[in-house]
Structure formats: structure tokens, C-alpha cells
């Protein structure tokens, strides 16, 4: 039987996974280096790859996936279009990044914790998304 700290940790897997394409959405076409454009292109492709895993993992569970809180949303949306209108610069697209994949690592390592009853298929599954994240933020740091 499939525990309550699993669902949970696996519907903010869903919800984390799901901010982040958004994120990642928002600010694309809008990067003039090729090379960090790949970036975040291939991030996006690894972020809907682990979104796609965490609905199966849910589908077994009988559960459906979860959205980004809207507040969240709504604040990420308004922060990446304020930032960018005022100077519309890969600097300033990979800062959003960083404070975004800094979100992620924090939410999910705190969830991680909350939840320790969670299964290791599941606490596995929020791992490789902070590692993402970690590798993202790494990534994105030498367009700063």
C-alpha cells in the first residue's frame, strides 16, 4: 500500500517539475546566446522527462498530478517579466534562473524532510530533481 508522505512528496515532485518548464518557457525566446538557449532547452526536455516519471509513479498511486501553487506562479511570472523588461539581457534571464533553481532545491530538499516516510522510489525521484536543478543553476552561472 502506498503510503501518505509518498503522494505528497510525488504531487510536489509534479508541481516543482511543472514551475520549472514554466519558468523555463517564459524566458526562451527571449535568450540571444545560443549555447545557453541549448541549456535551458535541454533542461526543459529533463525536467518534463522527470514530470513524465512522476506521473506514472501517481497513476500507480491512483492519485492525479498537482499544480504549481498560483500565488507562486503569479509572483515567478511577475519577477521574469519585471526583470526582464527592465533590461533584457541573458544576465539578467540567467539570474531568474538561479533564484528559480534555488526555489526548487530549497522546496524539495524541505519536502524531502517533511515527508521521510515517503518511499525510496519517491525520495529517489526528488533527488534527481534538486541534482537538475543543481546542474541547471551550475550551468546557467557563467551567463551571470
Same mark, same amino acid.
Given at each position: 500500500?502506498? $503510503? %501518505?508522505? !509518498?503522494? *505528497?512528496?510525488?504531487?510536489?515532485?509534479?508541481?516543482?517539475?511543472?514551475?520549472?518548464?514554466?519558468?523555463?518557457?517564459?524566458?526562451?525566446?527571449?535568450?540571444?546566446?545560443?549555447?545557453?538557449?541549448?541549456?535551458?532547452? *535541454?533542461?526543459? *526536455?529533463? %525536467?518534463?522527462?522527470?514530470?513524465? *516519471? !512522476? %506521473?506514472?509513479?501517481?497513476?500507480?498511486?491512483?492519485?492525479?498530478?498537482?499544480?504549481? $501553487?498560483?500565488?507562486?506562479?503569479?509572483?515567478?511570472?511577475?519577477?521574469?517579466?519585471?526583470?526582464?523588461?527592465?533590461?533584457?539581457?541573458?544576465?539578467?534571464?540567467?539570474?531568474?534562473? !538561479?533564484?528559480?533553481?534555488?526555489?526548487?532545491?530549497?522546496?524539495?530538499?524541505?519536502?524531502?524532510?517533511?515527508?521521510?516516510?515517503?518511499?525510496?522510489?519517491?525520495?529517489?525521484?526528488?533527488?534527481?530533481?534538486?541534482?537538475?536543478?543543481?546542474?541547471?543553476?551550475? %550551468?546557467?552561472?557563467?551567463?551571470?
Amino acid at each position: 500500500m502506498i $503510503n %501518505h508522505d !509518498t503522494i *505528497e512528496l510525488l504531487k510536489q515532485c509534479n508541481a516543482g517539475l511543472k514551475m520549472g518548464v514554466c519558468s523555463i518557457d517564459e524566458v526562451l525566446d527571449k535568450v540571444s546566446d545560443e549555447k545557453f538557449k541549448q541549456i535551458l532547452i *535541454e533542461s526543459k *526536455e529533463e %525536467h518534463q522527462a522527470l514530470g513524465s *516519471e !512522476t %506521473h506514472k509513479y501517481l497513476d500507480k498511486c491512483g492519485e492525479e498530478g498537482k499544480e504549481p $501553487n498560483i500565488v507562486a506562479k503569479g509572483m515567478s511570472w511577475m519577477k521574469i517579466n519585471m526583470v526582464i523588461a527592465m533590461e533584457d539581457s541573458d544576465k539578467k534571464i540567467a539570474s531568474v534562473i !538561479t533564484d528559480g533553481c534555488d526555489m526548487g532545491i530549497k522546496s524539495l530538499s524541505r519536502y524531502l524532510n517533511q515527508y521521510e516516510s515517503a518511499s525510496e522510489e519517491a525520495q529517489d525521484l526528488a533527488k534527481r530533481i534538486i541534482n537538475l536543478e543543481e546542474r541547471l543553476r551550475q %550551468h546557467v552561472q557563467d551567463y551571470l
